[in-house]
Each structure stands twice: as C-alpha cells, then as structure tokens.
C-alpha cells in the first residue's frame, strides 16, 4: 500500500513539475517569440532604410517639372526605385512643410497617405532626427518607413515608403512555426470577448483561438503578459504593436502545444497504469495478511458515522467489537482506545455545545427581543430622532421627525435640519450655532429651538445635541422633545397655582405674597386693613345642591366683592367658602374700612334657577400695625376673631380695631400659646401625667386617667386648660389626642411586661372620634405599641358635641369586642348627657367635678350626685366621682353606693417617675 501511494505520489510529483516546467518553457517561448518578431520587425525596416538609400536620389527641382510637365507615369514606380520593388505598395516625395511633391503606388494599391500620417511622421523625424518606422493598422496593416534625405543640390525632403505588414507576419510564421496576428483592442471592448483581428498568419485558426481564450481571460489585463490554455493546449502572449495611431493595436503571438501535451498525458497515462497494477497487488496482499485487522479496522470505521450524529452510546457499545483477544496491541488497539477518548471528550463536548447552544439562543432571542425593542423604541419614542452633518443635511430620522418633517420614507437628497429647526428671530443657522460648539465627539449641548412642521405649525421643542463618529466622519445626533402642551401647561399651572380655580381669584399663598409686597411697600403712607368673610354653613349648602351649585355661588359672591370693594383692592379666596380683601387708604385721609359701609356684604341673595336663597356671610375687619410680622400673623388674628364671630355673632361683621388693648392683648397671647403648642407636638414635648382612679371597694387602685402637660421652652409644666382651648380653635385636637395616645399605650405595653395590671384611661375628643380612619389608627396603634386592649378605657368627653351617635355608638362597640371600656367624662354638664347615656355603650359614668367638690357643704349638690348614681346604677353602670378633694366629701360618695373616686384626697396627677400604684386609703 505504501508502495504504491510512494508511486502515485512520485508521478504526481512528476506531473506537477513537468507542468511546472513546461509552464516556464512557455513563458519562454513566448518570450523568444515576441523577440523573433520584433528582430524580423528590424531587419525588415533596415530593408526599406537600405532600399530607399540604395537608390539615386533626384533633385527636388526636377520632380516639380516634371511632375508640372507631367511626365512622370504615376503607375511607373521604377522611376523613382528602379530595380526590385520588394513588395513596395507605395512611394511618396514629402517636403518638410508636409506638401506631397510626388506619390507613386503600384495599380491594386488601396493604401492613400493622409494628413495625419504625414504630420505624425514630421514630428517624430523633427523629435529623432532619423528615419522613422512604423506598422499601422486600419482596416489593414502597413510598414510606413520615413526616410529624411537631400538631393544633389543639397536641398533636404523626405522619402515615405509604404509595405504591407502581410510580408512580416508570413516571415514571422515561416521562421518561428507559431502564428501570429495583428489585433486591435477596442477600449471598450467586453471581458471574455475577443480582440478584433485586423492581419493573421492564418485568421480562421487564430481567430478561433482567440475566441477561445477571449472566453477565459480579459485581454486587456494580460498585455505583455504569458498565458497559457491548459485545456486546449495553447499559449499566447499580447504585446503593443509599435503604431501610433489613437486606437491601440497589438502583437498577439499563439502557438500550439497540443503534442507536447499528448506526450505528457501519455506519459501520466502509463504512471498511472503502472501504479494501478501495483495498487491491485498491494490490495490483494492487504486482503489475505490483514484481512482480521481490517474486519476490526471496519468496525472502527462504522463507529465513525455515529459520532456526527451524537450517538455516543452506541459508539461505545459498537466499541466493544473492536476488542481484540490477541496478548499484544497493535495499532488498531491503540486507534480504538483513542477513538473511546475521543467518545469521551465528544460526548463532553456535545453537552457543553448543547449548553452553549441554548446559551446563544437565549442570547439570540434576547438581542431580538433587545432589536425589536429599540426598532419600537426608536419609531414609538415620543423624542425627534436626527443624525445629520456639520452642515445641516440629513443622513437618518426617526418617524416622529419623518411625521413632523413630511419626510417619506425615502430621504430627499437635500433634506437639512436647518430646513424646519430654526429661531425665527436669529439670522445664524442652527447649524452654524452647532459647528463651534461640536468640533469633537463626546461633546454636548442643550437649547430650546422651534421646530415648523411640513403643515405650518410652530411647535416649542428641547433639543440635545451631540456629536459622534460615524465610519470616520463626525456627526451629530440631535433629539428633540415637543414641549409645547409643557410650555402651555406650565403657563396654565402657574396660572393656578396663583390663583383659585373656581372663582379665578387670587389664591391664598398667592394674596400672601402681594399683599407682603404691598405692606412693604405701602405701610408707611397707607392705612392697610384686611377684611375676612366666611359664608356660614357652605358646607351643608353644598350637601342640599350640589358642588356645581356651590362653585356658582363662591362665583357669584367673587364678582359681588369686585362690585362693592374699591377698585384697586386685593381679593382672594382662602378657604372653602373664605374670602380676604385688603382694603387700603391713605393715611392722611382718615378713612377707613368702616367708612365703606361693608355690613350688607353679609347677606347675599342667591338665585339658582329659579329660586332664590338668602345666603348669611360672617366677616371681621382687623388693621395691620407695624407690631405684627407680615400679612399672615394678621390673617392668623384675624382667624382667631372669626372663631368668637361664628360663635357669638353669626352673620355680622366684626371690626376688630374696635377691640380694647387688653383683648387684643389676650388674641396675642393665645397665638403665642398656639405657636407653642405646635412647636411642643413637632419636637415631641407633651409629658403624660397620671391620677389614679380609686375603687372603693376594694381600696386600691384601680386605674389611672392620662392627663397631659406642655413642657415649655423653660422646661416649665403648661396646664391644660392654657392651651386645650386654644388646641380646639385650631383644629389641633386629633394630633394632640393621638400623641396622647399613643403615649399612653406605650405606658400601658411597659406596665403588662412588668406584671402591672392597672388599666389606663385615656381622653379622646369628638373631633378625633369623628375622623373617618379612628378605627384604622387606633388598631394600628396597638399593633405598633404592643398595648393590651382589655387594659384601656376611652373616655369620652360629654362637652363636644357628636355629630353622628349612630356613627359613633358603632364606632365604641367595635372597641369594646376587642377587650376595652368605655366611660363617659363630665357627666351633667352639658344637655345632652343623658342622651348619650342611652345611646353609646359607655362601662362607666364620671360625674364632674363641679357636683363633688362643695358636697359636704351643698344640699342641692348631694340631691343631684345621688340622682345621677342611682340613675346609673339602673342603667348597669358604674360610677366614677371626679374632685374629691377631702375625707367629708369620699364619706357622702361612698354612702351613695359610688364604686371608684378620683381627686386630691386621693392623689393628685403626677408624672410617672413618682406614680405609686399600691396606693390605699387608711380608715
């Protein structure tokens, strides 16, 4: 077998370089070719030099006479060239000036001399100073020779001897064996077309050779290049013709090589024969020595196929086969142990490529997805997308740009920004804005421009534009925003935000503001008052018609201040259905707001329809003074006032001026009050102080009551009844009740942890009860506080009103499933205590103070305290005396069959660092 590959090897190797060689042999053939027949191309101009120079010259003179006296035949060339013509077509006389002194051609002549052949001539006899030759070819070829010469009398004229090229090209083919052809190569002549033959040594043979390598080969890129056609077994070499005319002609050189070839294929043809026969040997010596190993060598090979198809256990079970039995390996045994590794490392690698395949899928789904995504991005996005030049010209845009522009789909040629983004007040282009500020990548710039639409409109855009390398050049890429609705909206927003959307007056922060200017302003030469009006009850005349009906009447009323108030005062409308006006007059002028007659502002008439109903409004009147800070401490006064109006004198109007210094010395300190209040709930400065709650009955205590206190800046304790008031005019009550009770329920979770069972009772006003999420924040209180819910009482105190009782009754049941009580704080104050006792479901009755603590000394009172117990008692409740102050007094209660007392003689409120609770009365 190696045998045999060694000779096929060896007559291939032969094969190759005899190829090689005859390749090379070619090349120069060809080559020598080409020298042959530019050395024939020589010696036949030397012919035509010798035939001119071997002739008597005439004298320039006697042709012109003769040729006036026409004697000369101009058939008759041996006139001229006696002797052999030597294939001479044509003899011209050509003075240097480029006249024809004389031509003479032989009768089937059909070459004519022209004016260009004459001038070309002239100028490279002019440029060598020799003679000159030349093959030329039209529709046929000729050897022009221009031989300079003088005649006798010295005079200088040039002889041009004209042959056709036919003689060299036989010559050629005669001497060297090959053929030969004058072609022309057309400048636009087709790839794989052959050249246009003008002369040939045989032209249907090298005509049909040129076609076939024309097929092969572009001519005009192989000029003086070799080529050979192994397949039909032909060389050629293309070479410039030496001609001057303005269409190229070439030398085309061919020769045939087909015997040579015969013998090369002969002689492959018996290498191989011979290595055939040596084959067949080898094989049959192969079939009978190794014929067990290449069963084994076989059924390794049909293992082979089944690894491509990853089917690598039976690859394994098929290798089983090849195991030999012999004691020895031989090569197969270690062909078969490499193919199991290579099993192996396949059945590794599969799983791995597997691994990475549904890798790069995944990869591939999400760069898809990533594709989609900015495709969508790009056409959905709400930005105006462009990439154009330094100059303005567009190179891509997205589809809002193309909507806005009236771009189609295909992009014009002169499409450029500057074109639709411009500032109609600037003369520079945005373009020419760009161009300095961009001159490198990575830089940025932001400006609002407009953008005009294919349609006309004028749209407010935000521009940014960057600049980035695109193939080299650098661009930039501009993304635009339409913030027209933003600019119109931000107009209307500030709009709003200044005034009141219903009535179009100025809102609250707003007037706030002017009227800070103004007192600024004004406050020296100008009396400044500020007027306040409240419609009573809005609230309930938005319930009875409706908040369309109620945004009329707040209209109505607006347009009724305009018409009453002077013309140049500020109005505005700072609450629900509250309304300001800054009246002012100069100082000097005495006048004031009392002197407008304003009290008829506080009845209005309100037609809806077609009714009509009489609309109460409550106002006050206070004057600024160089005391107070600014307009909102005056409003803050002035609130403070409509508090006590809506209270007292509902539906009047108040001037406040009229107060005395002492009342308005009170308003003050009770704003001050309230500034401390909420200074104190911001910084966390209200202190728990407990009283304990005694049961008689069993002589300890029972429960404490949470009493609050304000730590003031002085670390000095406020009382409640300084600021509880003042808490409940500012609508302060829930944030206060809240923070108490969460206080307390801190407390109460402190107290179960330590083994304490004492409850706590904890106040909670009306206001705070009544909020729509008490129910909410209180459960999230206990949960937040970890308090137990059967140690708590609520106490709910008979002096606020409740608004709703079925709400409320609701309200304290739910409280009372989940383990607390109840009780009922100043019992007999109010009118409506015995209504409530009725209605809620109240654990305990707290009778207030005011019957208890004159008892010992009061028939009246002791009459009314033992009414209520009794009442009480028949109700299922238990009683709670508040202000018992000495012994006489607990001796009455006690008699009275009360269960729990409270007040001094007991223990007073205290904080919880001094609270004992194993506190007992001695008997």
């Known amino acids: 077998m190696a045998i045999a590959l060694v000779m096929g090897g060896r007559a291939y190797y032969a094969y190759v370089q005899t190829n090689s060689h005859h390749r090379e042999a070619v090349r120069s053939d060809l080559l020598q070719l080409e020298a042959t027949f530019e050395s024939l191309n020589q010696r036949s101009n030397m012919e035509l030099f010798r035939l001119a120079n071997s002739q008597a010259i005439p004298n320039i003179s006697d042709l012109e006479k003769a040729l006036s006296d026409d004697i000369v035949n101009s058939q008759n060339l041996s006139l001229l060239l006696p002797g052999q013509l030597s294939g001479i077509d044509s003899v011209y006389y050509l003075a240097y000036d480029g006249r024809v002194l004389f031509s003479s051609r032989q009768p089937t002549s059909v070459f004519r001399l022209n004016p260009e052949h004459i001038q070309r001539a002239l100028s490279a006899i002019d440029n060598k100073t020799q003679p000159v030759v030349t093959i030329e070819c039209d529709t046929q070829c000729y050897q022009h020779a221009f031989i300079p010469v003088h005649d006798r009398n010295n005079q200088a004229f040039i002889i041009n001897i004209n042959r056709s090229a036919k003689f060299l090209i036989d010559d050629f083919s005669d001497v060297s064996g090959a053929d030969i052809a004058l072609v022309s190569l057309a400048k636009d002549l087709e790839i794989n077309a052959a050249p246009q033959i003008i002369l040939a040594s045989s032209t249907d043979k090298t005509q049909k050779i040129l076609n076939a390598l024309g097929s092969k080969f572009d001519f005009t890129k192989h000029i003086n290049n070799s080529y050979l056609d192994s397949s039909n077994f032909y060389s050629a070499r293309i070479s410039p013709l030496n001609s001057s005319a303005d269409t190229p002609h070439y030398v085309a050189i061919i020769k045939d090589h087909s015997r040579v070839y015969q013998q090369v294929f002969q002689t492959i043809k018996e290498i191989f024969i011979s290595s055939l026969l040596m084959l067949a040997i080898i094989l049959i010596l192969i079939a009978v020595i190794l014929k067990p190993s290449l069963n084994r060598l076989l059924e390794l090979a049909k293992i082979l196929p089944l690894l491509p198809l990853g089917k690598f256990k039976d690859a394994k079970q098929s290798l089983k086969k090849v195991d030999s039995n012999s004691r020895w390996s031989d090569e197969i045994d270690i062909l078969a142990a490499a193919v199991d590794k290579v099993i192996d490392s396949l059945d590794s690698m599969d799983k791995i490529v597997n691994d990475h395949r549904k890798e790069l899928a995944e990869k591939i789904d999400a760069l898809t997805e990533a594709k989609v995504f900015n495709e969508t991005l790009l056409d959905r996005s709400p930005l105006a997308i462009l990439i154009h030049d330094l100059d303005g010209k567009i190179r891509n845009i997205n589809k809002l740009g193309r909507q806005l522009s009236g771009v189609t789909e295909q992009l014009p040629v002169d499409a450029n920004i500057n074109s639709w983004v411009k500032n109609e007040h600037q003369s520079t282009s945005l373009s020419a804005q760009l161009r300095s500020s961009l001159n490198r990548e990575g830089k940025k710039t932001q400006n609002e421009t407009s953008f005009f639409t294919a349609d006309g409109r004028k749209l ?180 403070s006032t409509m508090v006590r109006v809506k209270n007292k ?102 107290w179960e942890d330590s083994g304490i069972a004492t409850g706590l009772s904890i106040n909670v006003t009306a206001p705070t009860l009544e909020q729509a999420d008490f129910k909410q924040r209180i459960e999230d209180l206990i949960q937040l506080t970890g308090a137990n819910p059967h140690r708590l009482i609520f106490e709910i105190v008979e002096t606020d009103a409740i608004s709703n009782l079925s709400v409320t009754r609701d309200l304290l049941n739910h409280f009372k499933t989940i383990g607390a009580k109840i009780a009922f704080d100043d019992f007999g104050v109010g009118f409506t205590s015995f209504e409530y006792v009725r209605d809620l479901p109240v654990d305990y009755i707290k009778i207030d103070q005011s019957f208890v603590r004159f008892i010992h000394e009061r028939e009246q009172d002791r009459v009314l305290v033992k009414s209520m117990v009794e009442m009480s008692h028949s109700l299922g409740k238990s009683v709670i005396v508040e202000g018992v102050e000495s012994r006489a007094a607990l001796d009455i209660v006690k008699e009275m069959g009360v269960e729990y007392v409270q007040g001094y003689h007991v223990c007073r409120p205290m904080p919880i660092s001094a609270l004992d609770l194993s506190l007992h009365l001695r008997h």
Request: some cysteine; aromatic content about 8%.
């Open 460 to 639: 407010d855009f935000l521009w940014t534009h960057s600049s980035l390398h695109i193939d080299g050049e650098l661009k930039i890429l501009s993304l635009g925003i339409d913030i027209t609705e933003r600019r119109e909206a931000n107009e209307s927003l500030h709009w709003l935000g200044q005034h009141d959307r219903v009535t179009g007056l100025l809102n609250r922060s707003s007037f706030s503001e002017a009227a800070n200017n103004y007192i600024r302003k004004y406050k020296r030469t100008m009396a400044i008052e500020l007027l306040m009006l409240d419609i009573d009850d809005f609230a309930m005349f938005n319930d009875r018609h409706g908040f369309n009906a109620g945004d009329k009447l707040l209209n109505d009323i607006a347009a009724h201040l305009h018409e009453s108030l002077p013309p140049d005062t500020l109005i505005s409308r700072t609450g629900s259905g509250e309304f300001c006006a800054l009246i002012h007059h100069p100082m000097k002028s005495q006048s004031r707001a009392k002197d407008l007659a304003l009290e008829h502002l506080t009845r209005f008439t309100f037609i809806h329809g077609d009714n009509k109903e009489a609309i109460c409004l409550s106002g006050a009147v206070d004057s600024f003074n160089n005391n107070l800070s600014g307009i909102d401490e005056l409003i803050l006064n002035i609130t």
């Open 649 to 750: 004198l509902r539906g009047h109007l108040y001037y406040a001026s009229d107060e005395d210094d002492s009342s308005r010395s009170s308003r003050h300190q009770k704003q001050q009050m309230k500034e401390q209040l909420l200074s104190a709930l911001n910084e966390n400065r209200l202190v728990l102080f407990y009283q304990p709650i005694l049961n008689l009955n069993t002589n300890s205590i029972s429960h404490c009551e949470c009493l609050v206190r304000l730590l003031d800046d002085e670390g000095q304790f406020i009382a409640p009844a300084n600021f509880i008031g003042i808490a409940s005019e500012a609508g302060l009550m829930p944030k206060l009740d809240y923070c108490v009770i969460e206080k307390a329920m801190r407390q109460q979770c402190l």
